[in-house]
């Protein structure tokens, strides 16, 4: 099956760094991907779906400016939390989906903020 | 607003027994219905997923009931295993568009 892959699996910042997650599509061209944060034990929320070539589209509630979405391959996709703070801590989960099949997920990145 | 809504929100079987999870749905415009099964710190898996034009769909030990008339799809687990112990969500998208929308989870713990 089509594989997602995210980097990194973990990462640990100072509160007030930035901090950049890759997506990779390796296998199959993704003009889009999804971003998705999770907290311990609720459901993934849709956080912002990236266009290659264009601007990503944001789900209402989520700060543009925090999260910046870069997709400038059709394999690649990046989420950078800006200036991240300790409530930024949490699961971040990217997917993408070739053609009108089935969504791949990353193996998510869990980032804390200290 | 909840798109899909997941119950129960968590779930303990013995070892042998049944899980049943259920879903329901409010757009008419969702035509494909897929489960995921997540393990602690990695990412969704997909497990199975069904289309509205059956009303049953089954591999291996995981079979997918879908009401279209009721709006509801369930996810059966036969013979639950202690390596089924995870957290399961639902979920519906449109097939032109592609966003996912997803159930609040249900965590699943089989006992031996």
């Known amino acids: 099956g089509a594989v997602v892959s995210q980097h990194p699996s973990w990462v640990i910042c100072k509160s007030g760094t930035s901090v950049k997650i890759e997506c990779r599509s390796l296998?199959?061209?993704?003009?889009?991907m999804f971003w998705y944060r999770q907290f311990p034990k609720q459901s993934l929320m849709l956080m912002a779906t990236s266009n290659e070539g264009s601007k990503a589209t944001y789900e209402q509630g989520v700060e543009k400016d925090k999260f910046l979405i870069n997709h400038a391959s059709l394999t690649l996709s990046t989420l950078t939390v800006t200036s991240a703070h300790p409530e930024d801590s949490s699961f971040y989960i990217c997917s993408a989906r070739p053609g009108t099949r089935e969504a791949f997920f990353g193996q998510g990145t869990r980032l804390t903020v200290v | 607003q909840q798109q899909v809504k997941q119950s129960p929100q968590s779930l303990i079987v013995q070892k042998g027994g049944i899980s049943i999870i259920n879903c329901a749905y409010e757009n008419t415009a969702f035509d494909y219905f897929p489960w995921y099964q997540q393990f602690p710190g990695k990412g969704p898996a997909l497990l199975i997923a069904?289309?509205?034009?059956?009303s049953e769909k089954k591999e291996g030990r995981f079979t997918i009931s879908f009401n279209k008339s009721a709006k509801q799809f369930s996810l059966h687990i036969m013979d639950s295993q202690p390596g089924d112990s995870a957290t399961y969500f639902c979920?519906?998208?449109?097939?032109?568009?592609?966003?996912?929308?997803f159930g609040t989870g249900t965590s699943l713990t089989v006992i031996p």
């Open positions: 069904i289309r509205p034009d059956v």
């Open positions: 979920a519906a998208s449109k097939n032109t568009g592609n966003q996912f929308y």
């Open positions: 296998d199959f061209q993704a003009t889009t």
